[in-house]
């Protein structure tokens, strides 16, 4: 069995990565509706990414016999003042993210749990790709944010579609592969 405390804290990341699937898609929609499709597929799948993120944790909670929590989520925020202020407020999720997995593996170790720090060593790497992509996607923005378009070609060039399976990815619950 995980360690109660991991169990406890591995359920509140499950509404971390919940809610982050909610922003991704508000921020997503946010860009569709501005007419620009290829920062909103980008923002779509990072949503999508998101969902299986809590669905591996709760995978994993599953296979360890421990109680699973689905939880609520607070609304995240849909209004925007400009081109740059979604990509901000991404790579400040990633980074807030970032610490509470660090801190999960840092829990389960302290409890002797090691199969549990062993199960987050996954997203430790994720962490480290998901906040370069949206450091680059930042600095990008930034410095075109009078030309929209050339953000737009940009991420047609440099994020064209899925990076391809994973096969060190843990199992998200529910999902065929
Ligand atoms: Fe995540
Ligand atoms: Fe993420």
């Known amino acids: ?14 509404g971390n990565e919940f809610a982050a699937h ?20 980008f923002f779509y799948r990072q949503a999508l990414e998101e969902r299986d993120h809590a669905m591996m944790m709760v995978q994993y909670l599953i296979d360890a016999d421990a109680d699973v929590v689905i939880p609520g989520v ?3 925020q849909t209004a925007f003042g400009d081109i740059v202020e979604p990509v901000a407020l991404a790579l400040a ?3 807030r993210v970032t610490e509470q997995i ?8 302290d ?9 987050m060593q996954w997203f430790i790497k994720e962490q480290v790709e998901e906040v370069a992509t949206m450091s680059d996607l930042l600095r990008v923005v930034e410095r075109s944010k009078d030309d929209p378009m050339e953000i737009e070609n ?6 064209p579609g899925d990076e391809g399976e994973d096969p ?3 199992h998200p619950a529910g999902s065929s592969a």
């Open 168 to 170: 060190t990815a843990p």
């Open 74 to 76: 607070s609304a995240p």
């Open 93 to 95: 999720q990633e980074k």
């Open 111 to 119: 409890a002797g749990d090691y199969t549990s720090e062993q199960f």
């Open 154 to 159: 940009f991420m047609a060039r440099e994020h």
């Open 22 to 41: 909610q922003q991704y898609v508000a921020i997503a929609v946010h860009y569709d509706a501005e007419t620009l499709p290829q920062l909103a597929r």
């Open 1 to 14: 069995m995980p360690d109660d405390t991991f169990v406890t804290r591995l359920n509140e990341q499950i």
């Open 102 to 109: 660090n801190g999960l593996a840092a829990a389960a170790r």
